[in-house]
């Protein structure tokens, strides 16, 4: 058993005590305190000092951390060591608390994704089941890998949420959030929920946003919102998140005073995706084209396009110093007249052609030699809005034809496409305007991976906004040109 394989992240003493004195502040007194996944205890330890007349439970799959914390806990304590698998170990929770009995469940699950056990090699899982009721298309892009702690937080919640409980648990921040979400669209209500972020690096040496979840379901009403604080140290109120129309938001106070959540009549999309960067994406030395491996490249002209990359967009950077070769105008497009048309570019390709059959994602399957996607006739538009998906502020840019071709973006950018830089101009301000922004912040969750998606930029209403920007009859009359031309594409 590896430590990856359980996402071992001890808690040290010190973080440990300040997640005790958080729960004291609710000023919940609890008969039984239950860590479902308890290590070499400090966490355990630390609720029976701050609640020593308390009986505290531990279950712990690790043989060799029960030893450890067996070792520290005499006959006069409460304390119950239960070395057993979480996943199996529901019933024995069961037993140990009572319906009538005021809970409180608190610890450290594993900061692990399930993608990560198994690719690890390991066995520690939970049943697999489609807990989030996700498409089958977003398993294949990935969206149905999950942190195992959310699972474990998650299940705790579901199965003990009707008993008085108070649940307090580290994890990662967008674990929280998706808890926070799942209770919601569920209607798991609560009394009160707050959210303290802490640095995971100082503690765990680990590069991750986290917080200090805490849920308090001693009492139902129908709250949907969490307060969030500055940090798990200092305790100053920031913001609360909220829910609105299925959606978590990030900050509901600004969003309730800049409320733009609809649908664009601009359809944003995502920039070229290829997965294989050193083949298809060429550095322009001079009047040469260098490839990833430092290989001078001389192929035809016609299928080359400027490209601009995540960090060009978001520093304003918007000199042409990249090509890229696009094989496809559109997905699944055949690919083998390049061999007719453009020989030297479909030789090149094929000399390359190991790379390609090393992309790992399945969306490349069954497809035409050298795919790519996320292209259609929206790439080929003269004139583009864009924005990087990955860089933690709001920069839009202006993207003109670069010699007489559209300048093409990689699959880390959202664009919208516009006819003319008029139309690009009138959006831009729009897009830019103080009344967009605020909506913006409001909506947009800045320590996510990728906090600027196609599916938050598809949700703002710009026709709300141009009735207060412009006139409304202007706006309209380029939206429904869009719309149609959106339409012609399919």
């Not at 969490?226 to 900050?251: H, P, T, W």
């Not at 967009?313 to 007719?340: M, Y």
């Amino acid at each position: 058993m590896s430590e990856k394989e359980f996402g071992d992240f001890q808690t040290p003493p010190e973080l440990a005590n300040i997640m005790l004195s958080i729960v004291k502040e609710t000023h919940i007194a609890p008969d039984i305190i239950i860590e479902p996944t308890c290590g070499v205890g400090a966490i355990l330890l630390a609720a029976h000092a701050a609640f020593p007349s308390t009986h505290v439970a531990g279950i712990e799959i690790n043989k060799a951390y029960c030893d450890v914390l067996s070792a520290q806990v005499n006959d006069k304590q409460q304390i119950t060591i239960v070395n057993a698998d979480i996943f199996k170990s529901m019933a024995i929770i069961k037993e140990i608390s009572a319906p009538c009995e005021t809970c409180l469940f608190i610890g450290n699950p594993p900061w692990v994704t399930n993608a990560a056990i198994s690719a690890a090699g390991g066995t520690n899982l939970p049943v697999k089941e489609n807990t989030r009721g996700l498409r089958g298309i977003d398993a294949i892009t990935g969206k149905s890998n999950f942190d195992i702690s959310e699972y474990i937080i998650m299940k705790m919640i579901e199965t003990f949420s009707a008993h008085k409980s108070l649940f307090a648990f580290l994890c990662k921040t967008t674990t929280a959030r998706n808890i926070l979400k799942q209770c919601w669209n569920n209607a798991l209500y609560y009394k009160d929920a707050s959210l303290f972020p802490f640095d995971a690096k100082k503690y765990f040496s680990a590069a991750v946003d986290a917080c200090f979840l805490v849920m308090d379901f001693t009492e139902r009403t129908t709250v949907t919102e969490c307060a969030v604080y500055d940090s798990i140290e200092n305790r100053r109120y920031q913001n609360r998140l909220g829910f609105f129309q299925g959606k978590m938001i990030a900050d509901i106070d600004n969003f309730n005073s800049y409320n733009y959540l609809g649908k664009s009549d601009y359809i944003w999309r995502n920039g070229i995706k290829h997965d294989c960067a050193k083949v298809m994406e060429l550095d322009i030395i001079g009047t040469k084209l260098r490839n990833g491996y430092g290989e001078t490249v001389d192929i035809e002209d016609t299928l080359l396009f400027p490209l601009l990359k995540s960090s060009d967009i978001a520093n304003g950077n918007l000199e042409i110093r990249k090509n890229i070769i696009v094989p496809q105008k559109r997905v699944g497009e055949e690919t083998a007249l390049i061999k007719r048309k453009y020989p030297k570019t479909w030789k090149y390709l094929s000399d390359h052609i190991t790379d390609f059959s090393m992309r790992k994602s399945v969306v490349y399957k069954n497809k035409p030699l050298f795919s790519i996607f996320s292209v259609g006739d929206y790439s080929f538009s003269p004139v583009k809005i864009a924005i990087s998906g990955l860089y933690k502020h709001l920069a839009f840019r202006i993207l003109l034809p670069q010699q007489k071709k559209s300048v093409m973006l990689d699959d880390t950018c959202n664009f919208i496409a516009c006819s003319t830089e008029a139309e690009a101009d009138m959006i831009y301000a729009l897009l830019t305007s103080v009344e967009t922004r605020r909506f913006l912040d409001s909506i947009i969750f800045w320590d996510s991976k990728r906090p600027v998606t196609t599916e938050l930029l598809n949700s703002i209403d710009l026709k709300k906004i141009a009735r207060k920007q412009y006139p409304e009859l202007r706006y309209e009359s380029l939206a429904k040109k869009q719309s149609g031309a959106q339409i012609a594409l399919f």
